[in-house]
């Protein structure tokens, strides 16, 4: 039988809006300016294998010389982060794979209020057989999907995906990599590591989330959308049953052009692999995008994850 999975964007939920919400003015600004002094579509020569030798170089530096000089705006270094992540396994990747390099670039941005860097953080610790450190970022991530992801969600359907799909597989899956690591980490480190990281950063943390939430933080350089805003499509999306993978995620940079369709779609980061965030590729295909006034095109990022609602599920939420 073939088994359709629910392809779930969570772009909107995880904070793309229009430049009509209301922003923090003093990072925001700094931030937004020190992008601008990138060269035009920086992001999109980076992450292109197709683009031009010398704006891939050029945008790289670029990148490289922002995360290094303007730590206060954590999207430089996330950018650079799942490029040391990927490696020779993000097709055109201009960098080598560097875990330690990704762990310090990708966490900033986590801590930002951008929910996804928790799951990028975890899926990176499991595919390095590092079990303590995945759950722990497992467990932060499933803390924050409960406590501000679904608030006010009263809609059955939502919840049993958003419990079960993408999250309930991440879970089983380190729990997997925890049970077969020798020696065994204990398992009081679970409650543990979890209350410790929230006691130290949690508050601070949500506040953000919840911040972005309302539009706040939406800036350019984060590659909020800028003068454009992503609609999505009015109903779930479906792709077939991928080689019994049971979960994907993946995200793209889209620029968008003033007449609101979309020019170059860039890959920036895949779970498990670049072909499965391929077939993912056609619900992205769905989306439209609003147009805007001037004549230059934006930059957003888009976010999706796959998976089915009967397959593992969460079945309790997780407090502090």
Known sequence: MDIRRILGALALAWGLASAAH???????????????????????????????????????????????????????????????????????????????KA??????????????????????????????????????????????????????????YQRSAYNGNLLNRVELIWRYTRPMPPRKAVKEDLQAYLAAHGDAVEARMRARDRGQGLRASAQGGGASHAIAPAQSCYVNAIDRIGAGAASWIVEVLPSGKAGRVVLENFVPNPDVAGAMRDCLDRYAFAPFAGDRPTTLRVSMVMGSPEGAAISRKRRK
């Open 22 to 100: 209301a922003q923090e003015a003093g990072s925001d600004a700094a931030c937004d300016a020190a992008y601008a002094s990138l060269p035009p579509g920086a992001i999109l020569d980076l992450l292109d294998p197709e683009a031009a030798p010398e704006a891939r170089a050029a945008a790289l530096a670029g990148y490289r010389r922002l995360a290094a000089e303007v730590p206060a705006c954590p999207e430089f270094g996330y950018t650079l982060g799942q490029l040391y992540r990927h490696g020779e396994y993000l097709p055109g990747n201009l960098v080598a794979q560097d875990i330690a």
């Open 103 to 160: 762990r310090t670039l990708i966490l900033p941005m986590a801590e930002s209020g951008y929910l996804p860097a928790y799951a990028d953080l975890a899926e990176m610790e499991m595919r390095h057989a590092q079990a303590r450190e995945a759950m722990k970022w497992t467990q932060v991530y499933l803390h924050f999907v409960d406590e501000v992801l679904l608030e006010g969600v009263r809609d059955g359907d939502a919840l049993q």
